[in-house]
């Protein structure tokens, strides 16, 4: 079987999708977003193939029973893979491997298959590669027959030649040889990805003194869309999902005298594996340092209660969850049962509603993120001298003036200013500022 697992990619592959799951009977899966995660990793979906299950076989996953079932089935369609919505053990993918001849890829594989076809930055494909290691490194035991093959132990035979000097003699398995390259290879990539954490870093604190905005949802939410419409950015855009991995961040004015940083973000899927998590940590980091994070949603698509739980989930793995968060309802000019729309606006009231594609809706999203950036309104008295002219233009461009007092040498007035903007009146200087009303 070890030639199956020579390559992970299912380009133009048929494939047979496998959903098991546990618990309630009633509960069904329809395999939606396995198919548009195959489909996106270029397979042709020939079969759909459910159980409910109630405990986990360690052998099969689904029971030697339903895998022989599902061997017939593959020469039904001539099936060339079986990606499985479930994470399966090595032993597991090997197992089914030798029932159906031919190869298995479980959800993680394939979602790391995926982000492998999409990485272009070298920082893109540091990460997935690194993703794609940290998974192999714990499977290579069970999952390659060869692995097992004595190198070292031949002298002059091929085996022989593999190790090298060093390892002749009593022979080192090529599990061993494979297990140190792979180990060798995650210390060099983590150690480039270090470096390019520190730059992001570094890129990210220069930004301290600006308001900043990260745009998350799950995937083909729409975020590079909205992204380009009110930046004009030129990020790729494409209806797939995982259309891009690359964080964009650009400026943004949603009102005139308000200007922002905008920044995009990799989308999530359900059970996004930890790896991907782990490893993108950088792309992630924008998201952590955010003021503000606006949540994309796909409102016409049916499952969108479903997917906002997954982008919750993962911005709790990355410590977001307690941010700010402003949730966006875009696609609604594509929405088409519209009482699961009317449910979505009854649960989250305060969410904004637009159409990144038509720009419905964006004046009112302009007005809440500025809402946002100003915070909470109070009342201020600013004691400033005559010279200082920059003060008095601040607060007429961002608040509003109740009251001018000029002295012989200093003036005093009273506006109305947003609490998140009192550290760019004290970055102007003025001589005094008291809080009168909060």
Same mark, same amino acid.
């Given at each position: 079987?070890?030639?199956?697992?020579?390559?992970?990619?299912?380009?133009?592959?048929?494939?047979?999708?496998?959903?098991?799951?546990?618990?309630?009977?009633?509960?069904?899966?329809?395999?939606?977003?396995?198919?548009?995660?195959?489909?996106?990793?270029?397979?042709?979906?020939?079969?759909?193939?459910?159980?409910?299950?109630?405990?986990?076989?360690?052998?099969?996953? %689904?029971?030697?029973? +339903?895998?022989?079932?599902?061997? @017939? *089935?593959?020469?039904? &369609? !001539?099936?060339?893979?079986?990606?499985?919505?479930?994470?399966?053990?090595?032993?597991?993918?090997?197992?089914?491997?030798?029932?159906?001849?031919?190869?298995?890829?479980?959800?993680?594989?394939?979602?790391?298959?995926?982000?492998?076809?999409?990485?272009?930055?070298?920082?893109?494909?540091?990460?997935?590669?690194?993703?794609?290691?940290?998974?192999?490194?714990?499977?290579?035991?069970?999952?390659?027959?060869?692995?097992?093959?004595?190198?070292?132990?031949?002298?002059?035979?091929?085996?022989?030649?593999?190790?090298?000097?060093?390892?002749?003699?009593?022979?080192?398995?090529?599990?061993?040889?494979?297990?140190?390259?792979?180990?060798?290879?995650?210390?060099?990539?983590?150690?480039?990805?270090?470096? %390019?954490?520190?730059? +992001?870093?570094?890129?990210?604190? @220069? *930004?301290?003194?600006? &308001? !900043?905005?990260?745009?998350?949802?799950?995937?083909?939410?729409?975020?590079?869309?909205?992204?380009?419409?009110?930046?004009?950015?030129?990020?790729?855009?494409?209806?797939?999902?995982?259309?891009?991995?690359?964080?964009?961040?650009?400026?943004?004015?949603?009102?005139?005298?308000?200007?922002?940083?905008?920044?995009?973000?990799?989308?999530?899927?359900?059970?996004?594996?930890?790896?991907?998590?782990?490893?993108?940590?950088?792309?992630?980091?924008?998201?952590?340092?955010?003021?503000?994070?606006?949540?994309?949603?796909?409102?016409?698509?049916?499952?969108?209660?479903?997917?906002?739980?997954?982008?919750?989930?993962?911005?709790?793995?990355?410590?977001?969850?307690?941010?700010?968060?402003?949730?966006?309802?875009?696609?609604?000019?594509?929405?088409?049962?519209?009482?699961?729309?009317?449910?979505?606006?009854?649960?989250?009231?305060?969410?904004?509603?637009?159409?990144?594609?038509?720009?419905?809706?964006?004046?009112?999203?302009?007005?809440?993120?500025?809402?946002?950036?100003?915070?909470?309104?109070?009342?201020?008295?600013?004691?400033?001298?005559?010279?200082?002219?920059?003060?008095?233009?601040?607060?007429?461009?961002?608040?509003?003036?109740?009251?001018?007092?000029?002295?012989?040498?200093?003036?005093?007035?009273?506006?109305?200013?947003?609490?998140?903007?009192?550290?760019?009146?004290?970055?102007?200087?003025?001589?005094?500022?008291?809080?009168?009303?909060?």
């Amino acid at each position: 079987m070890e030639k199956l697992r020579q390559t992970l990619k299912v380009k133009k592959e048929k494939a047979i999708l496998v959903a098991a799951t546990r618990g309630n009977p009633d509960q069904s899966d329809d395999l939606s977003e396995l198919t548009a995660l195959s489909e996106t990793a270029g397979a042709v979906v020939v079969d759909r193939f459910q159980q409910k299950i109630r405990k986990i076989n360690p052998s099969t996953y %689904i029971g030697k029973g +339903k895998a022989e079932q599902l061997a @017939g *089935r593959v020469e039904r &369609f !001539k099936a060339d893979v079986i990606i499985f919505d479930n994470d399966l053990s090595p032993g597991q993918i090997r197992e089914l491997e030798e029932i159906t001849k031919i190869k298995v890829l479980d959800r993680s594989e394939l979602i790391l298959d995926i982000f492998a076809t999409r990485a272009k930055t070298k920082q893109a494909r540091l990460q997935v590669e690194l993703a794609q290691l940290e998974y192999t490194y714990p499977r290579l035991t069970k999952m390659w027959s060869h692995l097992d093959s004595v190198a070292g132990a031949g002298g002059a035979t091929a085996a022989g030649a593999v190790g090298g000097i060093g390892t002749r003699g009593t022979g080192e398995k090529q599990l061993e040889i494979d297990r140190r390259l792979v180990s060798k290879r995650i210390t060099e990539l983590k150690r480039e990805l270090e470096n %390019i954490d520190r730059r +992001k870093i570094r890129e990210i604190d @220069g *930004r301290k003194g600006s &308001f !900043k905005i990260c745009l998350v949802g799950y995937t083909n939410a729409g975020k590079s869309t909205l992204l380009n419409t009110l930046t004009n950015a030129g990020v790729f855009v494409e209806d797939r999902l995982f259309a891009t991995l690359d964080t964009r961040t650009r400026k943004w004015m949603p009102t005139k005298a308000v200007e922002v940083l905008i920044s995009d973000t990799v989308g999530f899927v359900q059970n996004l594996p930890h790896q991907l998590v782990a490893s993108f940590k950088a792309t992630l980091e924008e998201a952590v340092n955010a003021d503000l994070l606006l949540h994309v949603i796909d409102a016409s698509n049916p499952d969108a209660l479903t997917q906002m739980k997954s982008v919750n989930h993962v911005l709790r793995e990355i410590d977001c969850n307690e941010k700010p968060i402003l949730q966006v309802f875009n696609k609604v000019d594509a929405v088409r049962q519209i009482s699961d729309f009317d449910m979505l606006r009854t649960l989250y009231p305060d969410a904004i509603s637009i159409s990144a594609k038509t720009g419905f809706g964006l004046d009112n999203l302009s007005e809440a993120v500025t809402a946002q950036y100003k915070g909470n309104e109070i009342l201020i008295r600013v004691t400033y001298s005559h010279t200082n002219g920059k003060i008095q233009s601040f607060l007429r461009s961002q608040g509003r003036i109740s009251d001018v007092q000029y002295n012989n040498d200093s003036v005093l007035i009273e506006a109305r200013l947003g609490r998140n903007q009192l550290p760019e009146l004290e970055h102007l200087r003025p001589e005094k500022i008291e809080i009168i009303d909060e």
